[in-house]
């Protein structure tokens, strides 16, 4: 089902479709992780660094990249684009060298 929804302010009409039944839990789901990935942000770099596995951490350091930035950018990745799957697998962090 589509909803037009219209703004009085400039009278322009923004079209969406409602979240039915698996897109409603999606959402849900997708919401509820943002709004974890915000506290982090909120608590601090050592709070985003004690939440990201200890090996791509290391791994990150040790090649110059800021590990807090580009775990808060992976889990924003994970997050919209994966549709909330988590895309750093055991099997990854097993392959990498330290």
């Known amino acids: 089902m589509t909803v037009a929804l219209r703004d009085p302010d400039s009278g322009a009409t923004y079209y969406a479709c409602m979240a039915a039944d698996e897109s409603i839990a999606l959402g849900i789901d997708l919401t509820k992780q943002l709004g974890e990935i915000d506290e982090l942000v909120r608590q ?30 992976q889990r924003f990745t994970d997050i919209i684009l994966n549709r909330g799957h988590v895309s750093v697998t055991e ?4 392959q990498l060298k330290v």
């Open 44 to 73: 601090g770099q050592e709070a985003v660094l004690a939440a990201m596995p200890a090996k791509l951490r290391d791994w990150m350091t040790s090649r110059g990249h800021d590990p807090a930035a580009s775990w808060i950018e």
């Open 91 to 94: 099997e990854m962090l097993a």
